[in-house]
């Protein structure tokens, strides 16, 4: 059998307790690449089967939230948007912070919405998370569509507007994977604490509503007191929301040192999150 | 000796207690509290000597020993909760040892449950390729494997229809075609037949047996079934209470876990029922009993369709005429299977001061695997009906027996999931299909 072809040298790997918590074996996860494109699209085919809509939903929630904060925040609260028109500029915010908050919440879960597979096969278990972040940076590329068909419209009713895109646009993709590498991080700790204590399951979706007020999304960076500026911008999707916003109407803040500053939270956050998932990983299955 | 591939050393596991299934924050805390105080109180149902090494924790694997050369396919047996799914799991990556260490030489596929990561919205070609891949099969293996895997499971033109539609049967036999089709270097697999339909079990442990025969592959195959684990496997391990018992030729093994000291009685010894509780005057009383079904691969122990021969050792205090003297079989839940009765035969016993044994025969027993237990009694009958002083002896639960998996060859009957209680041999005279086109018609597919 063709098996026999890529078996020339033997895989050899020991069983031992391993309490180490820097042990990465990203050969592996490379080894395993066919697992992750099948998850991403288990994932992506199975949640919309059986609906009217289907990948539709990826566009209609965050357009009808961006409605529903036009007319609560814009026309009630009357929270200005630094002269963009208003659902362009919740569009934009809730761009930024889905790449975040999307791949926070799809990760989240992960021990505890596998446990049943985890205890009954073994694969690299970074593979889940990763395929679930791979979902919502296609469901965010969705979005971003919907985003630029309504700023189209807007251009088309009032040509003299100016509203348009930047020229720094062109970092979009960095920075919506650098806000999923954030919510990646932050997923994978709360999944390997979750495993272990589920009170976090229950704060979750709280934190996560709290997190976004302290986000600028339904507001402009601006409107924060120049007193409390910095401390908003070591929310490290803050500096991101901010210059998606920038790149895709040209309005917002961008200020370049937050955002190296939010790059390397994000790195710390994602690695100390990776070490402590795959610590989690090794024994997970005893306690779920 | 051929190259060792899986070796294993002092291997052991420890679970903790009360935290097996939920955890919280307040737990912990108060844990922590109290750890201090020592309130080490491990439930009864653990042996001593399986309580491990802090306070609420117990040794689930101990000091387990043992390797297995290229090529070899080696059972695992011992009791539910004996360890064997633990040491799957450990060899399998799935959780780590406590202590010990292992080597493994080869890419280890692992089947603890068919089926895994199925998703029921997908169509069963989608799902042959996520489990494969999960299993760890390359999507290109599986691609070439493809028709090979659809013609194994036979569920033909429903390949593309999401799996939630399918029959148990239909997903059973997709998710093993899939699993039938990996190619590891070593095979570790779990209690995975005990579903599935007959034919199809004996179908995929012939694909087992081809793998180590033909392309030198190990496997490691945990199982109730003492009859799949005698055909397949040349050398088993025998586990109980997680520690190594026996280790080598599965005949010797199989005996040894079958007359091993149990909380059951052993087949082939005198076993003492003169304390039991009883009613009845005591005139007469069963003081011992002995069984067997004459069978040394059964080690004695009764079986499925084997024969039981039963002695009763009576002591009367005086001379005593009987007409019936019986013993019951019952099941767990108390219903009676079977009662042996001497009354059948309208005969009068005549019982001398002292010691009579009572020798009886059933030659085919069809209960199937499990545990029963056993009523004996002697009474006179006095015309229609039992008078007060006509029961002698009652004894409603002298013992318990257990009647062990292990079918005779050529014995039809299907002992795994859903078996019937009472287990018969049967014929298949043929399966006629008056309704279909000759062949020529029928479209290709």
Known sequence: MSATSRTAAPVTHAIAPNRSWLRFDVGELWDRRDLLFLLFRRDFVSRYRQTLLGPAWHVLQPLALALVFTLVFGRVAAIPTEGAPRVLFYLAGLLGWNACSHSLQATSATFGSNADLFGKVYFPRLIVPLAAVLTSLVALGLQLGVFLVVLAGYRLVTPSSGVGMHWSALWLPLLAVEAAALGLGVGLWISSVTARYRDLKHAMPFLLLLWMFLTPVIYPLSRVPPEYRALALANPVAPVVEAFRHALLGTGTVVPSALVGSLASTLLILVSGVLIFQRTERTVVDTL | ?445
């Open chain 2, 1 to 445: 000796m051929t190259e060792t591939v899986i070796e294993i050393e002092n291997l052991s596991k420890a679970y903790r207690l009360g935290e097996l299934r939920f955890g919280t924050l307040r737990e912990a805390m108060s844990r922590w509290r109290t750890r201090s105080r020592r309130e080490a109180r491990p439930s009864p149902a653990i042996a001593p000597e399986q309580v491990g090494p802090a306070p609420n924790t117990f040794w689930a694997l101990r000091d387990v020993t043992f390797s297995v050369g290229r090529g070899e396919v080696v059972g695992v047996i011992g009791r539910n909760g004996a360890g064997k799914s633990t040491l799957l799991k450990i060899l399998s990556r799935i959780t780590e040892p406590t202590s010990g260490r292992g080597l493994i030489t080869g890419r280890v596929g692992s089947l603890l449950e068919v089926g895994a990561g199925f998703h029921p919205e997908l169509s069963g070609r989608d799902n042959i390729f996520l489990n494969g891949a999960i299993l760890g099969m390359r999507k290109a293996d599986i691609r070439r494997q493809l028709d090979e895997i659809i013609e194994f499971s036979d569920v033909g033109a429903f390949i593309d229809t999401p799996v939630k539609r399918y029959s148990s049967g239909m997903y059973v036999r997709l998710a093993f075609a899939v699993a039938a089709h990996l190619e590891p270097e070593i095979l570790i697999v779990d209690e995975v037949l005990a579903v599935g339909d007959a034919s199809f079990q004996r179908k995929c442990l012939g694909r087992m047996r081809d793998m180590s025969r033909t392309h030198a592959r190990t496997v490691l195959f945990a199982s109730h079934n003492l009859e799949a684990v005698q055909r397949l496997c040349g050398r088993s391990v025998l586990l109980d209470r997680g520690r190594l018992r026996a280790c080598g030729d599965t005949a010797t093994v199989v005996a040894q876990y079958l007359g091993a000291e149990t909380p059951f009685a052993a087949a082939g010894t005198w076993i003492d029922v003169a304390g039991a509780a009883r009613e009845g005057t005591g005139e007469v009383r069963v003081v011992e009993v002995r069984f067997t079904s004459g069978n040394a691969r059964a080690a004695g122990q009764l079986y499925a369709d084997g024969p039981a021969e039963f002695e009763l050792a009576i002591e009367a205090v005086g001379a005593r005429r009987v007409q019936s003297i019986a013993l019951g079989i019952r099941d767990p839940a108390g219903q009676k299977l079977v009662n042996v009765d001497l009354a059948a035969l309208g005969e009068t016993f005549a019982l001398p001061e002292g010691r009579s044994v009572v020798r009886v025969r059933i030659e085919e027993l069809h209960l199937k695997p499990g545990t029963y237990t056993v009523a004996l009694w002697i009474a006179r009958y006095a015309g229609e009906g039992l008078g007060p002083g006509d029961v002698l002896d009652f004894v409603e639960r002298a013992m318990e027996l257990e009647v062990v998996d292990l079918a005779a060859p050529g014995f039809r009957t299907w002992l795994g999931g859903g078996a019937g209680v009472v287990t018969c041999d049967f014929e298949l005279i043929e399966i006629s299909h008056p309704g279909a086109l000759p062949d020529r018609l029928r479209s290709p597919r």
